[in-house]
Structure formats: structure tokens, C-alpha cells
């Protein structure tokens, strides 16, 4: 029995061949691997077709309209003022010189005293004329602003006739048959008339588009003449003679300068020189008192003749504005 004991005692204490090896050095446990996201599942399946939207009919315009916003509209051209007008006064100067009065139709007593032709070292002068007057001009469109014509358009004035030389200073019968007549100078005064001169000119602007406007012109004008009258003394002492103007026509040269003074308002300086214009008047049915002839207390003279080369000077300033 007690030897059973001592040989388990044995078998306990001597390692088997297993336990003799020697035990590896436990290893280091290595972290876990980070856990890895799965890859989605790719849906295999295909995408159902979505049903067409329904089509709407749009009009064309409507799609421009909708497509861009509209454009700023274009900025119109300014239209071209054609019209102008300047109003101011005028200053009528003219430039007169004159033939010899002459007489025509002399006869009976008269024929005594006086006759036909020339009264040598006479004449006759127109006088001058201050009024209110205007200038309507039109520019031509086919010429760039550079082309207008124009007219002027005043009240009408009256002219006076004049006489010069012996006409005014000596007697125009002195002596019938060597005898006095009695009959004086004339003096200064001869008559009037109402004259209203149109004229129409083409004028040529140098710079339309600038501050300072220099222009030149050319054209025609005619005076007319009505209600002529004889005023001189002596010769309606007797009675009223008839006296006629005819129509006086004439060349019109013109320059001048304007200027913008303010916004659309302009200022109009032009001087025109109307050349040719003779004054053709007659005196009808003159009658004198003749106190020297004891047998002819009046003397009917005849016709009295003036040719009067008026030729005015026209200054006319203004203000006015384009239309």
C-alpha cells in the first residue's frame, strides 16, 4: 500500500514529456482591425421612366419676352428746328441820289415861264426810316442747316421826298416874258408816300451749329408805294395834285452775325444793302399861284418828273427763337 502511495507521489512530482517543453512566451494580443463600413449595395434595379411632362404651346413673342428682358429703348434723334424768327427794329438809311426833276406836258401860259425837260441843278432825296420789323427764315434740309431762306416782315413807314439844289433854293418859273411871276422857291418839302419794301433773300450760315453764327445772302426785294401825296406849300396852294409811285424793284445784299445767348435764344445782327431800286414819281395837274402876272392869277405847270435811285441801308437787330 505504501508503495501505491509513493508511486503516484512520483507520478505527481516528474513532469511528462509534454510538460517538459518549455511554454512559449505568450504573445501580445494585436488591436482589433477597425471595423470597415460595407460598401452600399448597388440597386441593380433600373429607375422606373418618369412619365413626359406635358408640352405647353408657347407663342414666339411670348418666349422673347420671357427669354431676355427688353432693351432700353434707343434714345430719338432730336428733330431739326426748321423755323426761326427774330424780332427787333430796323433802321431804313437810304444811300439816294437822283436825276434832274423834270417838267413834261407844258403848255399854254406856262409854256411862257417854264418848259420841257431837266430843271437844271434840281434833284430829290428820300429820307430815312426808324420801325419795328421781324426776320421769319426756313432752313433747307437738304443742305445741312447751311441753306435758308428768309423774309422780313415790318409795318409800313412813310417816305418822304425831298428837294435839292435849285429845285428847293430857286423859283421854278422866275420870269414870263421878261416879267416876274412871283412865284418862290420851293423849299425842302415835296411829298410823302407809304412804302412797304417785301423782300426774299437765300442766305448762307457759315457755322449752324455754333455759339457764334456769321452769314451772308443775296436776293430781291420791290418797294411799293401807296397814298402818295404832294405836301409842298406852294404847289397845293392852288389845289391837290395827283402824285404816283410806281413800284420800285431791287438786288438785296446781306450779311450779318448771330449769336446764342441763352438756352434756344438767339441775338441778330444784319445789315442788307438793297442796289438798283429807283423810285420812278410823277406829279399830276400842278397848279401855281403867279401874283406878278396880272393876267394870270394861277398857271397850270404840267407833269413834274423825280427819278430817285433810293438804294437804303437796312440795320436790323433782334432777339428770337428756333421752332
Same mark, same amino acid.
Given at each position: 500500500?505504501?508503495?501505491?502511495?509513493?508511486?503516484?507521489?512520483?507520478?505527481?512530482?516528474?513532469?511528462?514529456?509534454?510538460?517538459?517543453?518549455?511554454?512559449?512566451?505568450?504573445?501580445?494580443?494585436? @488591436?482589433?482591425?477597425?471595423?470597415?463600413?460595407?460598401?452600399?449595395?448597388?440597386?441593380?434595379?433600373?429607375?422606373?421612366?418618369?412619365? @413626359?411632362? @406635358?408640352?405647353?404651346?408657347?407663342?414666339?413673342?411670348?418666349?422673347?419676352?420671357?427669354?431676355?428682358?427688353?432693351?432700353?429703348?434707343?434714345?430719338?434723334?432730336?428733330?431739326?428746328?426748321?423755323?426761326?424768327?427774330?424780332?427787333?427794329?430796323?433802321?431804313?438809311?437810304?444811300?439816294?441820289?437822283?436825276?434832274?426833276?423834270?417838267?413834261?406836258?407844258?403848255?399854254?401860259?406856262?409854256?411862257?415861264?417854264?418848259?420841257?425837260?431837266?430843271?437844271?441843278?434840281?434833284?430829290?432825296?428820300?429820307?430815312?426810316?426808324?420801325?419795328?420789323?421781324?426776320?421769319?427764315?426756313?432752313? =433747307?434740309?437738304?443742305?445741312?442747316?447751311?441753306?435758308?431762306?428768309?423774309?422780313?416782315?415790318?409795318?409800313?413807314?412813310?417816305?418822304?421826298?425831298?428837294?435839292?439844289?435849285?429845285?428847293?433854293?430857286?423859283?421854278?418859273?422866275?420870269?414870263?416874258?421878261?416879267?416876274?411871276?412871283?412865284?418862290?422857291?420851293?423849299?425842302?418839302?415835296?411829298?410823302?408816300?407809304?412804302?412797304?419794301?417785301?423782300?426774299?433773300?437765300?442766305?448762307?450760315?457759315?457755322?449752324?451749329?455754333?455759339?457764334?453764327?456769321?452769314?451772308?445772302?443775296?436776293?430781291?426785294?420791290?418797294?411799293?408805294?401807296?397814298?402818295?401825296?404832294?405836301?409842298?406849300?406852294?404847289?397845293?396852294?392852288?389845289?391837290?395834285?395827283?402824285?404816283?409811285?410806281?413800284?420800285?424793284?431791287?438786288?438785296?445784299?446781306?450779311?450779318?452775325?448771330?449769336?446764342?445767348?441763352?438756352?434756344? =435764344?438767339?441775338?441778330?445782327?444784319?445789315?442788307?444793302?438793297?442796289?438798283?431800286?429807283?423810285?420812278?414819281?410823277?406829279?399830276?395837274?400842278?397848279?401855281?399861284?403867279?401874283?406878278?402876272?396880272?393876267?394870270?392869277?394861277?398857271?397850270?405847270?404840267?407833269?413834274?418828273?423825280?427819278?430817285?435811285?433810293?438804294?437804303?441801308?437796312?440795320?436790323?437787330?433782334?432777339?428770337?427763337?428756333?421752332?
Amino acid at each position: 500500500m505504501k508503495a501505491i502511495l509513493l508511486a503516484a507521489l512520483a507520478l505527481a512530482v516528474v513532469p511528462t514529456a509534454a510538460d517538459a517543453k518549455p511554454k512559449a512566451k505568450k504573445a501580445k494580443k494585436a @488591436p482589433p482591425p477597425a471595423p470597415v463600413e460595407p460598401e452600399p449595395e448597388i440597386d441593380m434595379t433600373p429607375a422606373p421612366t418618369p412619365a @413626359p411632362a @406635358p408640352t405647353v404651346a408657347v407663342e414666339p413673342a411670348a418666349e422673347v419676352h420671357e427669354a431676355a428682358p427688353d432693351p432700353a429703348p434707343l434714345a430719338r434723334p432730336k428733330k431739326p428746328k426748321r423755323f426761326y424768327f427774330r424780332a427787333g427794329i430796323a433802321h431804313v438809311a437810304p444811300l439816294a441820289t437822283s436825276r434832274p426833276m423834270e417838267l413834261a406836258d407844258v403848255d399854254g401860259p406856262a409854256s411862257l415861264a417854264v418848259q420841257n425837260g431837266p430843271i437844271a441843278g434840281s434833284g430829290s432825296t428820300v429820307s430815312s426810316a426808324t420801325i419795328p420789323a421781324a426776320t421769319i427764315g426756313y432752313r =433747307l434740309p437738304f443742305a445741312g442747316d447751311h441753306l435758308s431762306l428768309e423774309t422780313v416782315i415790318g409795318l409800313p413807314f412813310t417816305v418822304k421826298f425831298q428837294a435839292t439844289g435849285t429845285l428847293a433854293n430857286e423859283s421854278i418859273a422866275p420870269m414870263a416874258l421878261g416879267i416876274p411871276t412871283g412865284v418862290g422857291p420851293l423849299g425842302p418839302e415835296l411829298g410823302e408816300a407809304t412804302a412797304a419794301p417785301p423782300l426774299i433773300t437765300l442766305v448762307y450760315n457759315v457755322a449752324p451749329h455754333g455759339k457764334v453764327q456769321p452769314f451772308v445772302g443775296a436776293g430781291a426785294a420791290v418797294m411799293f408805294a401807296y397814298n402818295a401825296k404832294v405836301t409842298n406849300p406852294i404847289l397845293t396852294e392852288v389845289g391837290q395834285p395827283d402824285m404816283s409811285i410806281a413800284p420800285a424793284p431791287g438786288l438785296v445784299l446781306q450779311g450779318g452775325i448771330e449769336a446764342k445767348i441763352y438756352k434756344g =435764344l438767339y441775338a441778330r445782327l444784319d445789315v442788307k444793302f438793297i442796289a438798283f431800286m429807283l423810285a420812278r414819281a410823277e406829279v399830276h395837274h400842278v397848279l401855281v399861284r403867279t401874283p406878278g402876272l396880272p393876267l394870270f392869277d394861277t398857271v397850270e405847270v404840267g407833269t413834274a418828273k423825280m427819278n430817285v435811285w433810293v438804294n437804303p441801308l437796312i440795320v436790323q437787330g433782334g432777339l428770337g427763337l428756333d421752332f
